[in-house]
């Protein structure tokens, strides 16, 4: 009966080990398509001109990053309009609100994106997920070589200010998924691999994220624009957060950004820029929340 007492003792050492959950990351960090969980609106000027911004009209974005850290000097999170270059923010409130800046010689982006990444190491708190988030920004018929339409000049009336781009709450639902269920990965899509998802992040020992893509529907319009500090809030996004979830363990959900342009050189239909978590040009957005 030997045999069967070391069975039993194997069954109970088998039912006594717990699972880690295994990564199940997207199939690359670059030269890849995404579709927003809102979806890729027809973007549209004032004059009621329509431009489908999805990559061959199959309602993906085209991550499209080259050469390093190629686009990554150009656009950023700041919790001011007026510090365009932004910084590294670190906070535990639950409602708040930054702004997504340009500083590209670019002068005009036509559609910014946003990354939302949540971890936890508690399960529920994972699936009770949900966040509002409310946009508002400048909209505006894309122009040949991303730049910025020129507001004052006599007769032309393409850019104006859109007071709710977004305004919609995201949650379990909207986690980015692929063919094995949702995806959990430390990186963030860049063009550089095992890129992290917020600064200081030790790419190691971390936690996965689970992922939310946002299009915010809004363009950003650059520093290097001429008339760039006469527009609102100097051409930037403001970008609103809500976290109406409670989880009941430490959470981190950070905030990161991309941008789109219609028809930008060499890097036409695409989205090839992203703020940098490393280098001279950092720039983020962390929440913690400690839990109840």
Do not use: C
């Amino acid at each position: 009966m030997w045999w069967m007492a070391s069975a039993v003792v194997l069954l109970f050492v088998a039912l006594a080990v717990v699972p880690v959950a295994a990564s199940n990351a997207w199939s690359s960090n670059n030269d890849t398509f995404i579709i927003p969980a809102n979806g890729i609106r027809t973007h549209g000027d004032n004059d009621g001109n329509d431009h489908d911004f999805s990559y061959n009209g199959n309602g993906s974005y085209y991550f499209w990053m080259v050469n390093g850290t190629q686009g990554m000097n150009a656009i950023h999170i700041t919790n001011s309009f007026s510090s365009p270059y932004g910084q590294l923010t670190n906070s535990t409130e639950k409602s708040h609100y930054f702004y997504v800046s340009s500083t590209g010689g670019h002068t005009g982006d036509d559609a910014a994106l946003l990354l939302i990444a949540v971890n936890s190491t508690n399960q529920t708190d994972l699936a009770q997920f949900a966040i509002q988030i409310d946009a508002k920004g400048y909209n505006w018929d894309p122009l040949a070589g991303a730049v910025a339409p020129d507001w004052f000049d006599p007769g032309y009336d393409d850019l104006y200010y859109n007071y709710s781009t977004v305004s919609r709450s995201f949650n379990v639902d909207n986690y980015l998924e692929n063919t094995n269920g949702d995806v959990t990965q430390r990186w963030k899509f860049a063009p550089l691999d095992n890129y992290p998802i917020y600064g200081g992040q030790d790419m190691a020992a971390d936690k996965d994220f689970k992922l939310i893509l946002v299009d915010l529907n809004a363009g950003l319009v650059s520093n290097r624009w001429a008339n760039y500090q006469n527009l609102k809030d100097y051409g930037t996004i403001n970008v609103s957060y809500s976290i109406t979830s409670t989880p009941k363990d430490p959470m981190n959900v950070t905030f990161n950004t991309y941008v789109y342009n219609w028809d930008a050189p060499q890097a036409k239909g695409t989205i090839h820029w992203l703020n940098a978590l490393s280098g001279t040009a950092q720039s983020g957005y962390q929440v913690i929340l400690p839990g109840s």
